[in-house]
């Protein structure tokens, strides 16, 4: 497992286990409505759209709003997630996504003692709180993924199984790495992730990088700095400085000597 998913040191919000323990709330949120509660879907917005789809073209409108209120709650969770982020992202004591959790378990502890009569409203607090979750949680050690859907994580597998890494040919520098001053190491945006080359590379060679930065391009508005957190995986420090660069974008000449002026006073202050 610990190859598969090496030590993380980014936020604790995309470290796996927490991962796990989202995916396993997901998915229990999902059949717990669907099993327990008439049959509507918390997670899954494409099979309640169907249905009350179904339910309109049929005429039954007490059907219909079955399945539009879940859909409507589920909105109006991401617009919260969302809230909370812009209110609290700056506070100290404690994490907005700390919120959202705890938001999350008042809510999904109240739906427990709704009774039967009472299946539209818990489905659309249910619905409220997956919402909340997939906003606030979505990424795993950098990389996009989504605690309460299977579909694109389904995708962002096979994707990485076909770009999977291959074994670099053989290289060899003036001295060990680990002997540099600084090293820069560059990698272009590929889907949201650093190139295969350049993960092969790190993988290989990464825990001789004690003294880091990185320069990434993209050819995206994204400026992707998630990517940094890939790379960081593999090296034996974290880095020291890095940049987001498109090339022919306003702003690239200012965040380029920006990079290259704190790469300077380092050297000069190191």
């Known amino acids: 497992m610990s190859k598969l998913f090496p030590?993380?040191?980014?936020?604790?919000?995309?470290?796996?286990?927490?991962?796990?323990?989202?995916?396993?709330?997901?998915?229990?949120?999902?059949?717990?409505?669907?099993?327990?509660?008439?049959?509507?879907?918390?997670?899954a917005q494409t099979g309640n759209i169907v249905l009350m789809s179904q339910s309109l073209f049929d005429g039954d409108l007490s059907r219909f709003a079955h399945y539009f209120i879940p859909v409507l709650s589920f909105a109006l969770g991401v617009a919260a997630a969302e809230c909370i982020r812009l209110r609290?992202?700056?506070?100290?004591?404690?994490?907005?996504?700390?919120?959202?959790?705890l938001t999350e378990i008042v809510l999904l502890f109240?739906?427990?003692?709704?009774?039967?009569?009472?299946?539209?409203?818990?489905?659309?607090?249910?619905?409220f709180s997956c919402a909340m979750q997939v906003q606030a949680f979505?990424?795993?050690?950098?990389?996009?993924?989504a605690s309460t859907m299977c579909i694109g994580n389904l995708?962002?597998?096979?994707?990485?199984?076909?770009?999977?890494t291959k074994p670099l040919n053989p290289f060899e520098t003036a001295r060990p790495l680990?002997?540099?001053?600084?090293?820069?190491?560059?990698?272009?945006?590929w889907a949201g992730r650093m190139a295969s080359p350049i993960?092969?590379?790190?993988?290989?060679?990464?825990?001789?990088?004690?003294?880091?930065?990185?320069?990434?391009?993209?050819?995206?508005?994204?400026?992707?700095?998630?990517?940094?957190?890939?790379?960081?995986?593999?090296?034996?420090?974290?880095?020291?400085?890095a940049v987001s660069l498109r090339p022919g974008s306003e702003g690239y000449e200012f965040w380029r000597?920006?990079?290259v002026q704190n790469v300077q006073r380092w050297l000069e202050q190191n």
């Open 138 to 145: 979505r990424k795993v050690h950098g990389y996009p993924f």
């Open 199 to 241: 993960r092969s590379l790190l993988k290989r060679r990464g825990l001789e990088l004690h003294r880091v930065a990185y320069v990434v391009t993209r050819s995206t508005e994204q400026r992707s700095e998630e990517v940094y957190d890939q790379m960081d995986l593999y090296t034996a420090e974290k880095r020291l400085f």
């Open 7 to 43: 030590h993380h040191r980014g936020q604790m919000s995309e470290a796996f286990r927490t991962v796990m323990f989202l995916s396993a709330s997901g998915g229990l949120q999902d059949a717990y409505t669907y099993i327990g509660r008439g049959k509507v879907f918390a997670n």
């Open 178 to 189: 680990e002997e540099y001053r600084l090293v820069i190491v560059g990698s272009p945006v």
């Open 88 to 101: 609290w992202r700056q506070a100290r004591r404690i994490h907005w996504r700390q919120l959202v959790v």
């Open 110 to 127: 109240a739906v427990g003692f709704f009774p039967a009569a009472w299946d539209i409203g818990a489905n659309a607090l249910v619905s």
């Open 257 to 259: 000597n920006d990079f």
């Open 155 to 164: 995708r962002s597998g096979m994707d990485a199984m076909k770009l999977s």
